[in-house]
Structures are given as structure tokens and as C-alpha cells.
């Protein structure tokens, strides 16, 4: 038997017993008659060479063969109705644009270097999958995400054809959230860090190092309390004022909104890079040139 050969409408009539555990009642939920059902039924256990449901007192009941049938009509069906759905608040469908955003890229980045392809002249629908960078980069070569948004470039390997285009370099400040008095380590920068609590990347991450870089150069001995590979669960445990917490230097006003908290002091020769990673193709998403070509402004100005 090929698919082809497969009657849908047949499988309809065997998932309506099966949920019904009657002939009779599958065919008042259909509007057809119990000899028709009865019928067909019995075509598609000809087509598929087993029975699907046997006799117990006046109800169907599955056999094991049916057990499996069932599961796959309930997956058929959930698909067609999802396809129903989607035509259905789609009369316009928009182009999807699927953006791979790796856990140590800011929420706020995120959001500026992603909100224009919501707005004129583009109109797209915004798939955005959070992961860890090996992932979305092995989602982005199966062409499952048309852009991969991260801290660190592509690495150079045969099997992966991917670009990455350098969005943005931008200096790293300290913030610190209301509970924590910013003012008083802003006074007297950086002497002041000296065993004041913070919060910091995990080890390994390319910001962590640059930060313990620029600590040991100054001498400076703060107490890291609390270590993250998520960047905005970080900021989180920064804004309820439990350490202070690095973030970019020229998105003072987007901080002090979402995290009620104040730069304490711009941390010199800090900076951390995000870059637009893409694969090779011929036709290129034209909301990724957008991304590409407006994040600098975007995340300056």
C-alpha cells in the first residue's frame, strides 16, 4: 500500500468510533449512518490487513493494531486543524523571519537590533528561539533560522558556510540597582569596588575575562556573588540590588526603565561585540540585511 492509496476520510470515520467506543454515536457526531460507517470501517482494515476494533458487550474497543492507528489519526488531525487555524488568521500571510538568539546577548540588544522588522516597510512574522551558541549555529546551517544573533563570531569550519557580520562594539558599564546606593561607588570609582558584591558571566564566558582582566590590573578585589550564563536573570538578581551588574554603557535610559538602576561607572577598555551570524544562500531573507546594515545605529544611538 502506498499513501496514496490511504483513505482520510475512512481514518476520520475510525477516529470517531474510537473516541466514541460506538458506531452509533460516531455516527450522530458525523451526521451519517451507522451503515456507512460500518462500511468503510471495514475498507480500511482491508487496506491496512488487520482490525482496528473488536466487539466488548455493546462498545468498540481498540485492538492492539488500532491502539497504534489511533495514534497517528490523533496526530493527522491536530496537524489539519492547525492548518485550518493558521489559513484562517492568516488571509495575509506574512514571510517568517526565525532569529536564533544565543543566552549571553541582552534581552535589550535583542529588542533593538529586532524590533524594525516588526514596523514599515517590512512585515514579517518573528520567530525568536533562545539557545546556547553551538545549537542555533547547527540550526542555522540545516536552514532552520535565517539569522543567529551572538556575542561571538561563526567559528571557521568546512562543514559550516556561515557569515558573521560585526553589528556593534560597545564599552561595558557597572550599574547598580536602587537598593544598592549606587551614588556612594560612583563617588569614589573604581577605589570603591573593592569587595563590593557583584554579579558577573560564568567563566568561560568572553565578557567575564575582559571584567577579571580589568580587576587585576587595578588591583581591585570585588566580591562576585553570584555567577550567570543568562544575561537577563543576572540583571534580574541585579535589579533587586544584590550585587552590581555589567551591562552597555549607552543604554542608560533602557536600564534605569527595565531595572531601576544607575551606571556606577564605565569600566574602560571593557567592551563586548555582537554579531549577526548567517548562512550562504543564494536569496537572502531581506530583513537580515536590514538587521545587518541598521544594528550599529541601533545599539549607539
Not at 569596588?193 to 567563566?203: M, S, T
Request: net charge neutral.
Amino acid at each position: 500500500m502506498t499513501p496514496d492509496d490511504l483513505n482520510y476520510r475512512h481514518l476520520l470515520y475510525f477516529w470517531a468510533v474510537a473516541k466514541e467506543g460506538s458506531i452509533t454515536r460516531a455516527g450522530e457526531r458525523l451526521g451519517l449512518s451507522v451503515q456507512t460507517i460500518s462500511t468503510q470501517l471495514g475498507q480500511l482494515e482491508r487496506q491496512l490487513g488487520q482490525a482496528l476494533l473488536a466487539p466488548r458487550g455493546r462498545s468498540l474497543v481498540l485492538t492492539e493494531a488500532g491502539q497504534r492507528v489511533l495514534v497517528y489519526a490523533e496526530q493527522i488531525f491536530h496537524l489539519g486543524e492547525k492548518l485550518r487555524q493558521e489559513l484562517a488568521e492568516n488571509q495575509t500571510p506574512r514571510p517568517r523571519l526565525a532569529v536564533g538568539v544565543t543566552d549571553a546577548v541582552p534581552k535589550l540588544v535583542a529588542f533593538r537590533l529586532l524590533e524594525s522588522v516588526l514596523r514599515p516597510p517590512l512585515s514579517v512574522r518573528l520567530e525568536c528561539i533562545e539557545g546556547n551558541f553551538e545549537h542555533l549555529l547547527g540550526e542555522l546551517a540545516l536552514n532552520r533560522l535565517d539569522l543567529v544573533i551572538a556575542d561571538q563570531s561563526a567559528p571557521h569550519r568546512a562543514n559550516l558556510k556561515l557569515h558573521s557580520h560585526l553589528l556593534a562594539n560597545v564599552e561595558i558599564a557597572l550599574y547598580a540597582g536602587a537598593a544598592l546606593q549606587g551614588s556612594n561607588y560612583a563617588a569614589e570609582f573604581p577605589q570603591r569596588l573593592n569587595a563590593a558584591p557583584l554579579l558577573l558571566p560564568v567563566r568561560g564566558d568572553p565578557l567575564r575575562s575582559t571584567i577579571d582582566t580589568w580587576f587585576a590590573a587595578r588591583d581591585l578585589r570585588p566580591l562576585v556573588v553570584g555567577e550567570f550564563t543568562d544575561s537577563a536573570l543576572l540583571k534580574t538578581f541585579g535589579r533587586a540590588g544584590l550585587g552590581l551588574f555589567p551591562a552597555p554603557a549607552g543604554m542608560h535610559e533602557d536600564i534605569a526603565a527595565q531595572f531601576n538602576a544607575i551606571p556606577v561607572g564605565t569600566l574602560q577598555g571593557v567592551s563586548e561585540s555582537w554579531y549577526a551570524i548567517s548562512s550562504h544562500r543564494r536569496i537572502q531573507h531581506p530583513a537580515v540585511a536590514l538587521i545587518q546594515t541598521a544594528g550599529a545605529n541601533r545599539l549607539l544611538g
